[in-house]
């Protein structure tokens, strides 16, 4: 079993930042990727990377590339999401998820594909 909590959202200026965390406890292993999703009002779930948990492969969503970066630091257990250059359209609920197995970016690009969920945090950005 593995449990995920995120912290570090909140309202933000457009053209700022903020890092995301995800603290993760429970077995974890190389081929585990760990990925951020986010969910805006009214609208579906959506995938914004994923990383292998060994961090020897990583796919951004064309959406974020070039201003987010996944990164993480395997002794404190975290996943870290620094998000640059912010955008009004940013806006939602992000979420951390896990799953077992490293697969394809069309398999891990879907939300029901994985295993384990945090609970979210917030991004607010205002223009």
């Known amino acids: 079993q593995v449990q995920l909590v995120e912290s570090g959202g909140g309202l933000v200026q457009a053209g700022g930042s903020l890092r995301l965390s995800c603290v993760t406890s429970?077995?974890?292993?190389?081929?585990?990727?760990l990925g951020w999703f986010r969910q805006a009002p009214g609208k579906e779930r959506e995938f914004v990377v994923v990383?292998?948990?060994?961090?020897?492969?990583?796919y951004y969503a064309d959406s974020v590339k070039g201003r987010f970066t996944i990164s993480r630091d395997s002794a404190k257990n975290t996943v870290y999401l620094q998000m640059n250059s912010l955008k009004p359209e940013d806006t939602a609920v992000y979420y951390c998820?896990?799953?077992?197995?490293?697969?394809?970016?069309?398999?891990?690009?879907?939300?029901?594909?994985?295993?384990?969920w945090g609970q979210g945090t917030q991004v607010t950005v205002s223009s």
């Open positions: 998820a896990a799953r077992r197995f490293w697969a394809n970016i069309a398999t891990m690009s879907r939300p029901d594909e994985y295993d384990y």
């Open positions: 990383s292998r948990w060994s961090g020897d492969s990583t």
């Open positions: 429970g077995r974890t292993f190389s081929s585990y990727a």
